[in-house]
């Protein structure tokens, strides 16, 4: 814990000055690229595949963004899982952008064996290794959200700070709220109360991996207008490190009667 919050300050800091942080407000994800890296880059892929490694030995507890954690998992959306989670049935969650199982792992060391049927949609070199060491009897991964969802439904799809990442973000949960999933888990979803959503680019500090991707900020009412046939069930504010006037937020929504 105390590793963790010494990062996040760290971080926090570093993002007080350029140039690292979140930066411009682009008109389309093409300008924003010609002034960024992107997501796929091999650096990023290398470092998460060597902490992925580290958590499914149980080397270490938990990995994100291609850094392993020895502290312990905290996490508030446990109580979420807690909720669903029925004894003898096992939890179809389909985890979009999981990369090699960065909830997966930490969430499932909580409960017993075979309480989960876990699917991670990602890009296909994260799911080519997933494939190659890291596939079990619940963990599962996919490039192809449309084959997937078609294969039956979920009764959780968990976007664990991705959607900022994508070039249509609501494309992608569009297809999500059409397949109807009980329950619906957004985690670390950076909001700005404006009337637009704002495209940036976001830096990232060389110690943890050199690069820069495009990143959204969502307009809150637009959001909260695209989930209406979902019911928010809980949200929290998120301490996240930001360096623009927003609110990291975690939303937990169920899929309303009659929809």
């Given amino acids: 814990m105390l590793l963790r919050a010494a990062l ?50 149980k080397k270490a507890v938990y990995e994100r963004d291609g850094i392993a954690f020895q502290d312990a998992f905290e996490w508030e959306a446990l109580d ?11 939890l179809r969650v389909l985890d979009f952008g999981g990369a090699l199982g960065s909830h997966y792992y930490p969430v499932a060391a909580h409960f017993s064996a075979n309480s ?63 397949a109807k999933p009980r329950y619906i888990l957004i985690d670390k979803h950076p909001i700005i109360h404006k009337e637009k959503d704002r495209l940036t680019i976001q830096r990232i500090p060389p110690d943890i991996y050199p690069a820069s991707y495009p990143a959204w900020f969502f307009a809150e009412k637009k959001f909260m207008e695209f989930m ?22 975690t939303y937990f929504y169920r899929l309303k009667q009659g929809t």
């Fill in 8 to 57: 996040i300050l760290y971080l926090k800091l570093k993002t007080l000055w350029k140039p690292y942080g979140y930066f411009g407000n682009y008109s389309t994800w093409e300008e924003a690229v010609k002034n960024s890296g992107t997501y796929d880059s091999e650096s990023i892929l290398q470092k998460v595949l060597e902490a992925s490694e580290q958590v499914r030995d």
């Fill in 80 to 90: 979420y899982f807690r909720q669903l989670i029925k004894p003898g049935e096992k």
């Fill in 116 to 178: 989960f049927d876990w699917t991670i949609i990602e890009q296909d070199a994260f799911v080519a290794l997933g494939h190659a060491g890291f596939v079990t009897e619940e963990l599962h991964f996919s490039a192809d959200l449309s084959e997937t969802l078609s294969s039956g439904k979920f009764d959780l799809a968990l976007f664990g700070c991705v959607l900022p990442y994508l070039r249509e973000p609501y494309t992608i949960l569009d297809q999500i709220l059409k």
């Fill in 228 to 249: 209406k046939d979902y019911e928010l069930v809980d949200s929290y504010d998120c301490q996240d490190v930001y360096n623009i006037n927003s609110v990291f937020k």
